[in-house]
C-alpha cells in the first residue's frame, strides 16, 4: 500500500508564477490535508478536504492561495502570483476518517520563490 | 485552545543511553497526543499517539511516551538511543475540530557516537 505520494518533491518559481501542489492520498482514504512549515517551525494547517468538498479553509490566505480535491485525480493546492513570502514546505496528509484518526504524511514539496 | 510546547529547542545524547524528549499540553476536553518525527528532508513520520486507556504508549522503533495527566505532560522516551534517531520530533494535539493538528515548535534531537 503506497503511502501518500506528493510532487513535486522540489519546485522553483519566479515572483508572479503560479505553484501547483498535487497530493494522491492513501489508498483508502478519502479525508486530505495541507500544512504548512516555515523553517525552523512546526507545522501550520491550511485546509481539509474531502472528496469533492472543501470542509475548512480556515488556515489559508483567502488571496491567491486555493485548493481542489476532485472526484478523481489528485489533491492540489494551487498558489497564483507567487511571492517570496511563499517559499515553505507544504506537506498534505490524509487519513480515513477525522478525529483520532492518524494522518498520514506525504514527503512534501519544497516551494521556492525567487 | 489547544496548544503543546516542547520548552527544549535541542536534545543531545550519547549513543546506547536513554533519551527523553518534553512536551506538556494545554487541552480542554479529552487529550488526543501525537508524537511525530522528521528526517531532514523527508516527510514526517507518525510515531505514536495517546487517545485513551494506559498511559505508557508504545510506538515505532522503539519509541514510547508516557502520558501524565497530573504534570500534563506526554514526554518521549527511548531506553537505549541511536545514532539514527538524530532528528526533529514534534508533539502534536488535535483541535477541539478534531481534524486540525496544532504542532509543537519541535525538538531536534542529536545522537553523537
Known amino acids: 500500500n503506497a503511502g501518500v505520494m506528493q510532487n513535486p518533491r522540489h519546485l522553483v518559481r519566479r515572483r508572479g508564477q503560479e505553484a501547483r501542489l498535487r497530493c494522491s492520498p492513501m489508498?483508502?482514504?478519502?479525508?486530505v490535508y495541507w500544512y504548512r512549515q516555515l523553517p525552523e517551525e512546526g507545522l501550520k494547517f491550511m485546509v481539509y478536504?474531502?472528496?469533492?468538498?472543501?470542509?475548512?479553509e480556515s488556515g489559508m490566505p483567502k488571496e491567491r492561495f486555493s485548493a481542489e480535491f476532485p472526484k478523481e485525480g489528485p489533491s492540489i493546492l494551487r498558489i497564483q502570483q507567487v511571492v517570496r513570502g511563499d517559499s515553505a514546505a507544504y506537506f498534505c496528509?490524509?487519513?480515513?476518517?477525522?478525529?483520532?484518526?492518524?494522518?498520514?504524511f506525504g514527503p512534501g514539496t519544497r516551494l521556492l520563490v525567487l | 485552545a489547544q496548544s503543546v510546547a516542547q520548552p527544549e529547542d535541542q536534545v543531545n545524547v550519547a549513543e546506547g543511553n536513554p533519551l527523553t524528549v518534553k512536551c506538556t499540553y494545554s487541552?480542554?476536553?479529552?487529550?488526543?497526543l501525537f508524537w511525530y518525527v522528521q528526517y531532514p528532508n523527508r516527510g514526517l513520520q507518525f510515531l505514536l499517539k495517546?487517545?485513551?486507556?494506559d498511559n505508557l504508549v508504545k510506538g515505532s522503533y522503539g519509541f514510547e511516551a508516557e502520558f501524565n495527566k497530573s504534570q500534563t505532560s506526554f514526554h518521549l522516551k527511548k531506553p537505549s538511543a541511536l545514532v539514527s534517531d538524530s532528528a526533529l520530533y514534534f508533539c502534536?494535539?488535535?483541535?477541539?475540530?478534531?481534524?486540525?493538528?496544532?504542532w509543537g515548535a519541535g525538538t531536534k534531537l542529536i545522537i553523537k557516537p
Open positions: 496528509a490524509s487519513s480515513p476518517g477525522q478525529g483520532a484518526e492518524t494522518q498520514y
Open positions: 489508498k483508502g482514504h478519502s479525508h
Open positions: 478536504l474531502q472528496k469533492e468538498n472543501i470542509i475548512d
Open positions: 487541552v480542554s476536553g479529552n487529550p488526543y
Open positions: 495517546y487517545i485513551t486507556g
Open positions: 502534536v494535539t488535535l483541535m477541539d475540530s478534531n481534524y486540525q493538528l496544532i
